[in-house]
């Protein structure tokens, strides 16, 4: 009987036609699919039915395969048969503009791509595979960060990839409006696009399609002459790869269908799955509508407290400000040092608030007056306890806290003024001066003592956490004196990591820092290293408008370390007038304090030694990120990861996770502990 059975199975099994077989499947949204859709790496079906490919974290690859192969072709010299698919996706990137690599449509003869790479090379491939006609690889890919071979296409773009990651083809990703106008589409914008490729068997073409909505253009936006045959095997697995490089994307896919020799079905965006926090458009719609009748009336109320308060208009000084250290101005003078905030006066808007600059009426000395709005009364509170300690650190290379004033919800604190502005103007501006090698080696060499200082040599241990050429101030002789110590900490919650938001400086973040949320000594000298590397090569840790091989510093630093050019990469503009060894020095260290594990960096007393000349700069150096993840050639292994939450957003010059002003009340309620006791360590 099962004898019977098994006869008449293998009889049907091989008389069936290749095309009658499991060749059609449509998802909308995959939480039925779970058995018939492989994941591997940091692919998941989270709980809506949406295959997650990849979160944002820094080189990650993610798959998602139809678990059963597919027959492409009838004998091993057949033509493939013509095939169609639809799927909808939704990229949303860490940074807001910035992508961190992309997803692609895999078809491919094994759907175990553990030795893939991520990056550039999307969890297909590695460096030792790309272009070997054995691959029997076809992707069609929607990338988000520029190609190396076609500098001419934008970050956002499609490709048509065989066995290789250098594109067949590559097309700005754009669709045509039912007039046929061409329009552009970011790939990255959060929002889902609906994606069709198809492939004609007797013409030899492919052709792909992307739609914000679900109705499908009649024109391509790629069309490729391309015989796959060749290319596919008679069994073949289809599914999806996606990848992050040091910028992260979550890559989710929402839908697909797929088809052999025929149109698949068409998926519509009303039944697949949203992902978390959109809404439907009418209901947001109705919500906004609310919510702005509500943000109205709020504004109308706050307007006439406001109006209130104005009539009022008077300073209150609550008995525990009286008890702060260090001086404490009153409103009128500031305001009237500083002519009353005029712009004029202004002499830079930072991350946390503007600067301006002040005539100081009773000691007739020039001040920098600091204005931060915060309208939690315990916050500042806690805060201006701790201006209390840092009005007590004095140091030549910090910019010493000459006093604060409280003002209703405004902080005004009072520096040392200092005359010729921030390092990073004369790095990056378009400056008359030219910082020569000596005074960048001075100013290096400052900052390194101030932050010794700082973590070691004060009572008790205070961790900057916002190190950056924008926070290295010069005095009259153009001493590098840190500024806005501690600041960064006003704008950061409790030690909750569930509830962290990091704040800090993109290309500055040590990578630890979003995972753990604390920022520490080792966060700092990270962020000294990416300093360093700026001081030598006059360029910014992250360089958007760079070459994707040159846009992370540090990558680019090792790169030409390896290779023995780190010459290369010292400032053009000092035209080789640099002492080599001290530049050799400085870049060695710099590579060390990047590195990616908190410990492998060294201590700031340690980086005082080395640049002092007192011992020398270990021989070998480590890789600044770990091995081994992305290690291949060419491979743009950034060396930082940039945490977790999808809501970071561009501020003038500072990335603050989160929206800092809508976050205010949340914030103030957590403790500000700026300074961690020493014996606490
Ligand atoms: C999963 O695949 C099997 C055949 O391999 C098929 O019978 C079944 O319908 C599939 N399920 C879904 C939800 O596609
Ligand atoms: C992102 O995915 C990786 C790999 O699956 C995982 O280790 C990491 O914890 C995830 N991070 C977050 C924030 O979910
Ligand atoms: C395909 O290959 C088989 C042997 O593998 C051969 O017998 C057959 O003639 C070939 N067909 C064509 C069309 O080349
Ligand atoms: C690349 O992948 C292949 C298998 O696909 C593996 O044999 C090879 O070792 C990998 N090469 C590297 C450099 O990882
Ligand atoms: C291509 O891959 C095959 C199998 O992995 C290998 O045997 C062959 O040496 C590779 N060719 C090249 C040029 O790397
Ligand atoms: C394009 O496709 C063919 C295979 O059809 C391949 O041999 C060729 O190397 C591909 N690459 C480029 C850059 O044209
Ligand atoms: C592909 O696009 C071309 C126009 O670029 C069109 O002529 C052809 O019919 C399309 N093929 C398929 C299978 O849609
Ligand atoms: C390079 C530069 O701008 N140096 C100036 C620094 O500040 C002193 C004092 O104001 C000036 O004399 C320098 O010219």
Redesign the pocket.
């Known amino acids: 009987m099962v004898n019977l059975l098994i006869l008449f199975c293998s009889f049907f099994f091989l008389s069936t036609p290749a095309s009658s077989q499991q060749d059609e499947f449509i998802y909308n949204g995959f939480n039925e699919a779970r058995t018939n859709i492989s994941l591997t790496e940091a692919a998941e079906i989270e709980k809506n039915g949406i295959i997650r490919l990849t979160n944002e974290t820094s080189r990650l690859m993610g798959h998602a395969f139809y678990t059963s192969p597919l027959r492409f072709k009838t004998s091993s010299n057949g033509s493939a048969f013509s095939f169609s698919t639809c799927f909808a996706f939704v990229i949303v990137p860490e940074y807001q503009k910035l992508g961190g690599h992309g997803l692609a449509f895999t078809i491919s003869s094994s759907r175990d791509l553990k030795s893939a790479l991520p990056s550039q090379y999307l969890g297909l491939l590695n460096s030792?595979?790309v272009?070997?006609?054995?691959?029997h690889l076809f992707a069609v890919e929607l990338d988000t960060v520029q190609d190396f071979e076609f500098k001419d296409i934008n970050d956002n773009h499609i490709a048509i990839d065989i066995n290789s990651l250098v594109s067949n083809m590559s097309v700005a990703a754009a669709y045509f409006t039912d007039d046929l106008k061409k329009q552009d589409l970011n790939l990255k914008s959060g929002k889902p696009i609906m994606v069709w490729i198809e492939y004609d068997s007797a013409a030899s073409f492919v052709n792909v399609t992307i739609s914000p909505s679900s109705s499908k253009s009649k024109l391509p936006i790629l069309s490729l002459h391309l015989d796959l045959s060749p290319v596919l095997r008679e069994k073949m697995y289809v599914g999806f790869s996606a990848s992050t490089g040091l910028l992260a994307s979550s890559h989710y896919l929402l839908g697909w269908s797929f088809k052999m020799n025929g149109a698949s079905k068409s998926l519509s965006m009303k039944s697949l799955p949203l992902l978390p926090g959109t809404k439907k458009r009418r209901t947001g719609l109705i919500v906004g509508i609310s919510v702005s009748s509500f943000v109205f009336l709020i504004s109308i109320i706050l307007v006439a407290i406001y109006l209130i308060r104005k009539i009022k208009n008077r300073e209150v000084i609550e008995d525990w400000e009286l008890d702060v250290g260090p001086q404490r101005y009153s409103y009128q003078e500031l305001k009237k040092a500083t002519k009353g905030f005029k712009d004029s006066e202004l002499l830079g808007v930072g991350g946390f608030g503007r600067v301006y600059k002040g005539m100081l009426q009773k000691s007739k000395t020039q001040a920098a007056v600091k204005r931060i709005s915060h309208d939690s009364k315990q916050g500042l509170r806690e805060f201006l306890s701790e201006v209390a300690s840092m009005g007590r650190l004095r140091h030549r290379n910090l910019v010493q806290l000459l006093g604060w004033c409280r003002f209703r919800g405004d902080l005004l604190l009072v520096y040392d003024f200092m005359p010729n502005g921030s390092l990073d103007r004369f790095l990056f501006d378009e400056t008359e001066t030219i910082l020569s090698w000596e005074e960048r080696f001075k100013i290096i060499k400052g900052i390194a003592s101030g932050l010794l200082y700082l973590h070691e040599e004060f009572e008790q241990i205070v961790i900057h956490r916002d190190v950056k050429a924008s926070n290295v101030l010069l005095d009259g002789e153009l001493n590098g004196r840190l500024g806005d110590f501690g600041l960064a900490r006003l704008y950061e919650p409790g030690a909750n990591p569930s509830t962290t938001r990091v704040v800090g400086t993109l290309g500055y973040l040590a990578p630890e820092l979003p995972r753990t949320g604390k920022a520490s000594t080792k966060s700092d000298v990270f962020a000294f290293g990416a300093l360093l590397l700026e001081v030598v090569c006059g360029r910014r840790p992250i360089e958007p408008k760079a070459g994707p091989e040159e846009l992370v510093l540090v990558d680019w630093v090792w790169d030409k370390w390896k290779d023995g050019n780190a010459l290369d990469v010292v400032d053009p503009k000092l035209r080789g007038d640099f002492n080599e060894i001290e530049v050799i020095m400085v870049l060695k260290l710099g590579l060390m304090c990047s590195n990616n594990v908190p410990l492998a960096r060294p201590s700031m007393r340690q980086v005082v030694r080395y640049l002092a000349g007192e011992v020398v700069v270990p021989e070998d150096l480590k890789v600044p990120y770990e091995e081994g993840e992305g290690a291949g050639e060419g491979g743009n292994r950034y060396g930082n990861s940039y945490g977790t939450s999808s809501s970071f957003e561009r501020g003038s010059d500072s990335f603050t996770r989160g929206d800092v002003d809508a976050n205010f009340a949340s914030i103030s309620t957590s403790p500000f502990s700026l300074l961690y006791r020493r014996d606490a360590r």
Do not use: L
Request: hydrophobic share 15%.
């Open positions: 030792s595979e272009g070997n006609f054995s691959n």
